[in-house]
């Protein structure tokens, strides 16, 4: 199993004074970045590749050698899928792939990693506002998922944590190179997972009561630290070690 994580964007919604990646925002003092990497670790998913775009050397010096690098270039034109295109071309195995704005309780990628084949993690509480991507889920597989569902297909939110196998992975590759080919540069990945979905049923794991959150805005991160950061805290004492070597900010030697 191999681990893909999408951190090329800027992150603006956020406002950083200091124009920080998403990525390196803090919750709990630690880099949103650095607790994946460690919930992974501690999941024994040790190969990590991460797609870096925006401020991505201040990324790397952050990482240091706990996940591997590719760039997108093109950050600033192209979107979540054009990001998975370019780092699952360099992998060649299972993944989980995760957005890297997603601070949730490191237990829940167990969740995933138990799972039997293509998976992913849904909220059925969620998904009633515009920036949230929402799922369609009939008999536990995924339908489709849109920011612009209409209520009454709307099933919950997506949290941004996917499992593919090698197979499925190469079909949202695939279908991915041919959005982009046609246009969508700009697309979410979302709309290659709904084309793949046809073919590769996607299992779809409910998370409604765990805690977790999607760090969009500033609202949403004072949320994470003042509000899921505390429940996540609990979940966090059994893979302390793997912070030792994260925390402070590790430098490439």
Request: charged content about 25%.
């Amino acid at each position: 199993m191999q681990a893909l994580i999408l951190a090329a964007g800027e992150g603006r919604r956020l406002a950083d004074p200091l124009d920080r990646p998403k990525c390196l925002r803090e919750v709990g003092e630690v880099p949103l970045l650095h607790h994946q990497l460690a919930a992974l670790h501690a999941a024994d998913v040790l190969d990590i590749m991460v797609v870096v775009g925006h401020r991505q050397a201040r990324v790397r010096d952050s990482v240091g050698s706990w996940a591997r690098f590719v760039s997108n270039d093109r950050y600033a034109e192209t979107n979540s899928m054009y990001s998975f295109l370019l780092g699952q071309r360099a992998l060649d195995d299972d993944l989980l792939v995760l957005n890297c704005d997603v601070f949730c309780d490191p237990r829940m990628f167990e969740l995933l990693l138990d799972t039997t084949g293509d998976a992913l993690l849904y909220d059925s509480c969620s998904g009633d506002e515009d920036e949230q991507m929402k799922v369609h889920v009939r008999n536990g597989a995924l339908v489709e998922m849109s920011k612009t569902l209409p209520p009454g297909r709307v099933s919950g939110e997506n949290v941004g944590i996917l499992r593919l196998s090698r197979e499925t992975a190469c079909s949202v590759a695939a279908a991915a190179a041919a959005l982009i080919s046609a246009g969508h540069e700009r697309g979410w990945l979302a709309e290659a997972v709904n084309i793949a979905a046809a073919n590769h049923p996607i299992s779809c794991i409910d998370v409604q009561g765990w805690p977790w959150i999607e760090i969009d805005f500033p609202e949403d991160l004072a949320r994470a630290r003042e509000e899921v950061f505390p429940r996540v805290a609990g979940g966090m004492r059994p893979i302390a070690a793997e912070y030792d070597g994260l925390v402070p900010v590790r430098r490439v030697s």
